[in-house]
């Protein structure tokens, strides 16, 4: 049930929360500064080598980008932005609309249900997030 990096960052804890650790409202709501914590936010926004390299391509495509999605280890969850706020994004019925469309084939396949929403208004707030930073700087 690991959801973290694995790089070191003390003699006794190991890892960031990936998902907490983009640029975008970077440490805001929702994450620790704990390094011990599993929503540990990194000591520096892109702190790991994996959130650089998906900083990176995101950045190349920007404005090119049609379609960001981000799989999670746990729930049947269709999110999408924000989550460092409870507010929607002007585009939010675009994205609900693609996202319940994606339920409903879901659904259709293999029976199980998806809870489609904002993160933060479906789960909670969590600031950092990928899925955030496409939207917010790469403009997908």
Excluded at 64 to 78: A, E, I, Q, V, W
């Amino acid at each position: 049930m690991w959801r973290k990096t694995r790089k070191p960052i003390s003699s006794s804890c190991y890892g960031t929360d990936a998902n907490r650790n983009f640029d975008f409202h970077w440490g805001e709501v929702g994450a620790s500064s704990y390094s011990c914590s599993d929503t540990f936010k990194g000591e520096t926004a892109f702190s790991e080598p994996e959130t650089q390299l998906l900083r990176d391509l995101l950045l190349d495509l920007t404005g090119r980008g049609k379609f960001y999605l981000t799989l999670h280890s746990y729930g049947n969850y269709l999110l999408y932005p924000w989550g460092w706020t409870s507010a929607l994004p002007s585009s939010w019925r675009d994205n609900d609309e693609v996202a319940q469309a994606g339920a409903d084939a879901i659904r259709s396949a293999t029976g199980t249900k998806y809870t489609v929403g904002s993160s933060t208004n479906v789960l909670y707030a969590a600031a950092g997030g990928s899925d955030d930073y496409a939207f917010g700087v790469a403009n997908f």
